[in-house]
């Protein structure tokens, strides 16, 4: 199966990429409590590379259950990725936090800073890069116009999101800091980030359905 088609479903719409190919467009929904259990075993699936490029080191499985378990989410946004047969293959956390003076970029109240993971199965369709701009939208229609990723530098994936959002990069010790000044809110952004998420629970209520339809199938053949 070509990865492409892990998102392929009745509402799909396509875009074009730099080299003027087509790919999925990738909808991206705000999770809850209830996608708590499913986001820690996306974690569990991320191999030791992939854990210490997200996390900054190799947590062992008790940790990543810990910092699952930790996500507040009346306080932080997470947007996660859904794929056809309804497996969260990637999550964009959004932890926001009050200004202290590290902080110099910015005179509003909050900050926020983004982190990012997805499956293998997942790359090179841009998931990463939908989940940050989800995110971008997301401050800026709640007062918050600096965006902060942190990352080690040698996480090509994560430079590449933020040399493509035009974020400035600091380097120090193998580690980088990038941030991203955003434009306040306006009509049309408070519209976009609206339809991307009934876009996105549309597509989701379909394969939750799907999903489903085919496991009450798969008893009623069985009983047979």
Same mark, same amino acid.
């Given at each position: 199966m070509n990865s492409s088609d892990l998102f392929q479903n009745p509402l799909r719409r396509w875009g074009r990429d730099k080299d003027g190919k087509r790919r999925p467009t990738v909808p991206v929904k705000e999770l809850r409590e209830r996608d708590r259990r499913r986001m820690l075993r996306h974690f569990m699936e991320l191999e030791d590379s992939d854990r210490l490029l997200r996390f900054g080191s190799v947590l062992p499985d008790e940790q990543v259950e810990a910092y699952v378990k930790r996500i507040d989410f009346s306080r932080d946004m997470v947007f996660g990725v859904y794929n056809r047969v309804f497996r969260l293959v990637a999550v964009g956390h959004l932890a926001f936090a009050p200004r202290d003076e590290k902080n110099s970029a910015t005179e509003k109240e909050r900050v926020a800073e983004f982190g990012v993971s997805v499956n293998k199965s997942a790359r090179g369709l841009g998931v990463g890069s939908r989940l940050f701009e989800r995110a971008a939208i997301h401050c800026r229609n709640n007062d918050v116009d600096t965006l902060y990723m942190h990352c080690l530098s040698s996480n090509k994936t994560m430079m590449h999101i933020a040399k493509k959002?035009?974020? &400035?990069?600091?380097?120090?010790?193998?580690?980088?800091?990038? @941030?991203?000044?955003?434009?306040?809110?306006?009509?049309? +952004?408070?519209?976009? &980030?609206?339809?991307?998420?009934?876009?996105?629970?549309?597509? @989701?209520?379909l394969k939750a359905n799907k999903r489903i339809a +085919?496991?009450?199938?798969?008893?009623?053949?069985?009983?047979?």
């Open positions: 959002a035009g974020m &400035e990069i600091h380097r120090d010790y193998g580690e980088a800091d990038a @941030y991203l000044k955003l434009l306040p809110a306006d009509p049309a +952004s408070m519209l976009q &980030e609206a339809l991307h998420e009934q876009f996105a629970v549309l597509d @989701y209520t +085919s496991k009450w199938l798969g008893r009623l053949f069985r009983r047979k």
